[in-house]
Nanobody, 123 residues
Framework: QVQLVESGGGSVQAGGSLRLSCTVSGGTFNDYVGGWFRQAPGKEREFVAAIRWSGESTSYLDSVKGRFTISRDNVKNMVFLQMDSLKEEDTAVYYC????????????????WGQGMQVTVSS
């Protein structure tokens, strides 16, 4: 059974940084995509970033390009999201996810999800 366990959320002031981590277990992920989504109150869950489990391809939501960096550790089966220059509008519950379709940005294209963790950015 695939499990995703997230850590690293919390509260930070605008302009600050947070690093989210996700440990994936219970399967083999060589052909997978690792990703992060977020959901703010009253809004739909939206794609934030994705990375191929093999290779160097990454993809980002336009509003986080240049501020967020997704990376992975294949040995430890972990995916990370380094978030810099955080803005109030980045406040949301962030979810780690895995899927098999590169380029997919809708949550229904992803198969397994973490429990989510709150990121709050204040002015």
């Amino acid at each position: 059974q695939v499990q995703l366990v997230e850590s690293g959320g919390g509260s930070v002031q605008a302009g600050g940084s947070l690093r989210l981590s996700c440990t994936v277990s219970g399967g083999t992920f060589n052909d997978y995509v690792g990703g992060w989504f977020r959901q703010a109150p009253g809004k739909e869950r939206e794609f934030v970033a994705a990375i191929r489990w093999s290779g160097e391809s990454t993809s980002y939501l336009d509003s986080v390009k240049g501020r967020f960096t997704i990376s992975r550790d294949n040995v430890k089966n972990m995916v990370f999201l380094q978030m810099d220059s955080l803005k109030e509008e980045d406040t949301a519950v962030y979810y780690c996810t895995t899927g098999r379709i590169w380029g997919a940005r809708h949550p229904t294209s992803y198969e397994h999800w973490g429990q989510g963790m709150q990121v709050t950015v204040s002015s």
